[in-house]
Nanobody, 117 residues
């Protein structure tokens, strides 16, 4: 019913920046919270950042001061601006959306972010 499509991943040098985008589409819906999560090889998927419909944000300690989550409600799109990237940020990044009156949250397909010299 709702599809999330991510873009913006790629290879970047340490200290560089990337901006990820996640666009939601489908039948009529209203998004409550949106978030970004990441999963490194051999590890569980972990929270990166979340944002509510009112703009309240939450960040993992490891990315505070470097990453910024935002959303454009008119476009049903969330963004993750990643600055001062470190090799330990390397992971598959997944966007997430909690939809009003839907039983389960939705997930994007994931986009690879690789931080390497």
């Amino acid at each position: 019913q709702v599809q999330l499509v991510e873009s913006g991943g790629g290879l970047v040098q340490p200290g560089g920046s990337l901006r990820l985008s996640c666009a939601a589409s489908g039948s009529r819906f209203s998004i409550n919270a949106m978030g970004w999560y990441r999963q490194a090889p051999g590890k569980q998927r972990a929270l990166v950042a979340t944002i509510t419909s009112g703009g309240s944000t939450n960040y993992a300690d490891s990315v505070k001061g470097r990453f910024t989550i935002s959303r454009d409600n008119a476009k049903n799109t969330s963004y993750l601006q990643m600055n001062s990237l470190k090799p330990e940020d390397t992971a598959v990044y997944y966007c997430n959306a909690v939809i009003s009156n839907h039983r389960l949250p939705y997930w994007g397909q994931g986009t690879q972010v690789t931080v390497s010299s």
